[in-house]
Structures are given as structure tokens and as C-alpha cells.
T-cell receptor, first 116, second 113 residues
Framework: GNSVTQMEGPVTLSEEAFLTINCTYT??????LFWYVQYPGEGLQLLLK?????DKGSNKGFEATYRKETTSFHLEKGSVQVSDSAVYFC???????????????FGTGTQLKVEL | KAGVTQTPRYLIKTRGQQVTLSCSPI?????VSWYQQTPGQGLQFLFE???????NKGNFPGRFSGRQFSNSRSEMNVSTLELGDSALYLC????????????FGPGTRLTVL
């Protein structure tokens, strides 16, 4: 079945440091890939997405490129801020479900802590 | 446009009881999915409803059930609650276009004592 593997956290960085959170996946076919962010006490917010190989998703300074050859979708940001502190989830969506349904398979999440 | 809303936000129940959680999707969205989030198991897919029909189901026991109404609002029910059912239950809605983005609600925090 489908699976997503993320790097273990927590990741602690100083403000303005470079961020990379690794994500690799296993899936049949051509899934769409997502990064979601969860702030304390809240639900999930979509951060960015990519729907096909070599697509680059970007939002709020975050970027991730869909690499089919390495089955990866690593999240990067050039300069993190304290406000980026949250839990980040990598996920994939397989469109080839019965009836064309929707199901997200998530990684375990990576907690990011940014300090001044 | 209003986002996904879930009620109640917090709930405390005791073992053996049952609980019903509610989710109102974004206006116009017909797909509603439910996820369970726990520290041990992470985020796991429960089921998806589309136009009042269950379209996909995760690997949860039959104590977990759901339904969807004609206005796309969805409820999930957990019967005979167990301590391990304590979790954040998240609902997500999706539009009808080819875009497969799902929008999540704030969740219902269920504590089973």
C-alpha cells in the first residue's frame, strides 16, 4: 500500500536558518503530494502541493519539488521565522481509488521549533 | 466563504458510551472525509462520504460509522467507546473540480475516561 516517511523531529533552528524536512513516499501510479502544517490546537492547513513529476509547489517562502526518480518531496525554506514553529506533515493522495474517491496518506509529522 | 466547521470542539466521555461528531463542509463541497489523529498512530483515514454515500473506508472497527446528509453535512459515530479512542478527529472537505485539495476543520478533541 501507499506510505509516507518523514524525518524524525523535533527540528530546532535559529531564526533565519535554512530548513529542510525530508519526505519520501511509496505509491503505485502517480499520486499527488502535499505538505500540511498544524499549529498548536488547530487543524491542518495546506501549505503547498504538487500533482505531477517535476512540479514545484511553493507558498509563504516554502518550496518542495516532486521528484519521481527519488520518490521524494522534501520541504525547504531559505530563512525560517519564529512564527513557522509548527508540526509539518507530508501526505500523498491516490486518485485511483474505487469510485474516484479521496484519501490522504500522511507521514508521522515533523515538529519544527524556531528560536530567536 | 466559510471554512469547514466541526462541533463540538471538545468532548469528554466515559468508556462504553457512544458519541456523535458533526462536520459542515465548505459550501458546495460534496466530499467529506474523516481522520483520526493520535500521538501513537498519527493521522489515519477513517472514511469518506460523497453525495450521501460512503465512497472509501479505512481500517477501523465497525464501532466507527458515519453518514452524510443531503446538504453534505456529515456525522461520525463511535459506539462502545474505548480509552484508545481518545484522539483529535479531523474532518476535511473537497470540492468537485479536478483539483484534489482537501480543506480541514479545526477538529474535535475527544477524551475517553
Amino acid at each position: 500500500g501507499n506510505s509516507v516517511t518523514q524525518m524524525e523531529g523535533p527540528v530546532t533552528l535559529s531564526e533565519e536558518a535554512f530548513l529542510t524536512i525530508n519526505c519520501t513516499y511509496t505509491a503505485t501510479g502517480y499520486p499527488s503530494l502535499f505538505w500540511y502544517v498544524q499549529y498548536p490546537g488547530e487543524g491542518l492547513q495546506l501549505l503547498l502541493k504538487a500533482t505531477k513529476a517535476d512540479d514545484k509547489g511553493s507558498n509563504k517562502g516554502f518550496e518542495a519539488t516532486y521528484r519521481k526518480e527519488t520518490t521524494s518531496f522534501h520541504l525547504e525554506k531559505g530563512s525560517v521565522q519564529v512564527s513557522d514553529s509548527a508540526v509539518y506533515f507530508c501526505a500523498l493522495s491516490d486518485q485511483r481509488l474505487t469510485g474516484g474517491g479521496n484519501k490522504l496518506t500522511f507521514g508521522t509529522g515533523t515538529q519544527l521549533k524556531v528560536e530567536l | 466563504k466559510a471554512g469547514v466547521t466541526q462541533t463540538p470542539r471538545y468532548l469528554i466521555k466515559t468508556r462504553g458510551q457512544q458519541v456523535t461528531l458533526s462536520c459542515s463542509p465548505i459550501s458546495g463541497h460534496r466530499s467529506v472525509s474523516w481522520y483520526q489523529q493520535t500521538p501513537g498512530q498519527g493521522l489515519q483515514f477513517l472514511f469518506e462520504y460523497f453525495s450521501e454515500t460512503q465512497r472509501n473506508k479505512g481500517n477501523f472497527p465497525g464501532r466507527f460509522s458515519g453518514r452524510q446528509f443531503s446538504n453534505s453535512r456529515s456525522e461520525m459515530n463511535v459506539s462502545t467507546l474505548e480509552l484508545g479512542d481518545s484522539a483529535l478527529y479531523l474532518c476535511a472537505s473537497k470540492g468537485n473540480a479536478g483539483n484534489n485539495e482537501q480543506f480541514f476543520g479545526p477538529g474535535t478533541r475527544l477524551t475517553v475516561l
